[in-house]
């Protein structure tokens, strides 16, 4: 039986306000306090909402399912080197730092973009992209996934240094944890 204490616990362990879930599945915040207090018996619907949230990873952390340990490249690097990483690595973009400072992304397309016969030999800096999107360690998975839909990867950083990193590939972590 799924009661409002349990409901209110999930929330918590979601890290989300009674607002924001409210917000997330379109009801008022009075009435997931009410639903909480147990004060209302609510729609079979809104509870599925309500458990959908709570268990797809919105109210969780990008810190929780990052990649800590981050591979990067400076911009000096040599392209066959940074070749080299990504095979030994199966990664398919890398970040550009110089000096702790993120100044671009390298990336499988970049290179095949740039081929050339001398392109091996050429650097970093010559063939990267933008950085890619950059989050604080607290900022909700639902925020990261959107960034997802733009971008390979989502750089995490506490205090203006590289923390972490997160893929698509990162949110499978939840499922296993989740289901």
Avoid: W
Wanted: net charge positive; aromatic share 2%; glycine share 6%.
């Amino acid at each position: 039986m799924i009661s409002g204490k349990m409901l209110k616990k999930l929330r918590n362990e979601a890290g989300l306000t009674q607002r924001q879930l409210a917000k997330l599945i379109g009801v008022s915040q009075a009435h997931i306090a009410k639903i909480e207090n147990e004060k209302v018996d609510p729609r079979l619907s809104t509870v599925n909402k309500i458990l959908q949230v709570l268990t797809s990873g919105a109210g969780r952390k990008c810190r929780e399912i990052m990649t800590k340990k981050v591979i990067f490249v400076k911009p000096d690097d040599k392209v066959s080197e940074v070749s080299k990483k990504m095979m030994k690595y199966a990664i398919s973009q890398l970040p550009v730092i110089n000096k702790g400072t993120v100044v671009g992304t390298v990336t499988e397309k970049s290179i095949i973009r740039n081929l050339s016969p001398n392109i091996a030999d050429k650097q970093v800096k010559e063939i990267m992209e933008p950085p890619m999107p950059m989050v604080p360690e607290n900022t909700p998975l639902s925020i990261v996934k959107s960034l997802l839909d733009d971008s390979l990867a989502v750089l995490v950083v506490k205090e203006g240094k590289v923390t972490g990193i997160i893929t698509q590939s990162d949110f499978l972590k939840i499922v296993c944890k989740t289901f």
